[in-house]
Structures are given as structure tokens and as C-alpha cells.
């Protein structure tokens, strides 16, 4: 049985934070765990009032619709890269 296998590096800046990389071994991609990774930064983040940014390369279409799904928008192009954007939406329940 394969082990369960994640890299994610997070730079904090004063006004956001961003995901430098995160990366899932194949077997792990597909069932959910990118999303709650990702799910995970994002609380972080909007606990501190702050957008998570990440960049993605343009190709790589799978993770970008997985940002996407999850909210993120396209902010800026930097070939062969394009800058995503998670704007933090505190809860006022």
C-alpha cells in the first residue's frame, strides 16, 4: 500500500499568502486530497483576513480547473505561468 505523499510550501506576506507548491504523489490525485489541502490553506489564510495566491503553469490544465473549482481566479498571466487568486471571505455567523 502506498503512503500517502504531499508537498505544499507556504510563503506568509503582509497582504496574502502564497502557496508556493504543492504537489501529490499520482496514486493520491483525483480523491479529494488536493482539495482539502487546499481547503485547509484557505482557512488559514482567510483566519488572517488574507487572499491565497498561487501560481500554475498555463499546461497544466487538471489543476487549474481543481483551483478553479475551488474558487480561485485568474489574476495575471506570466507565461508559462498564470497567477490565481482566492480572495478570504471571513464569516460573520
Do not use: C
Request: avoid cysteine; aromatic fraction near 8%; hydrophobic fraction near 40%.
Amino acid at each position: 500500500m502506498p503512503i500517502f505523499h504531499a508537498v505544499k510550501d507556504l510563503e506568509w506576506k503582509s497582504d496574502m499568502l502564497y502557496l508556493r507548491e504543492l504537489q501529490l504523489s499520482p496514486e493520491f490525485q483525483g480523491r479529494g486530497f488536493g482539495t482539502a489541502i487546499l481547503r485547509q490553506v484557505i482557512d488559514q489564510a482567510t483566519q488572517r483576513g488574507l487572499p491565497t495566491v498561487l501560481s500554475v503553469v498555463e499546461a497544466n490544465r487538471r489543476a487549474k480547473q481543481l483551483y478553479e473549482r475551488i474558487g480561485f481566479e485568474v489574476v495575471a498571466s506570466e507565461p508559462p505561468f498564470i497567477r490565481m487568486k482566492h480572495l478570504a471571505r471571513i464569516s460573520r455567523e
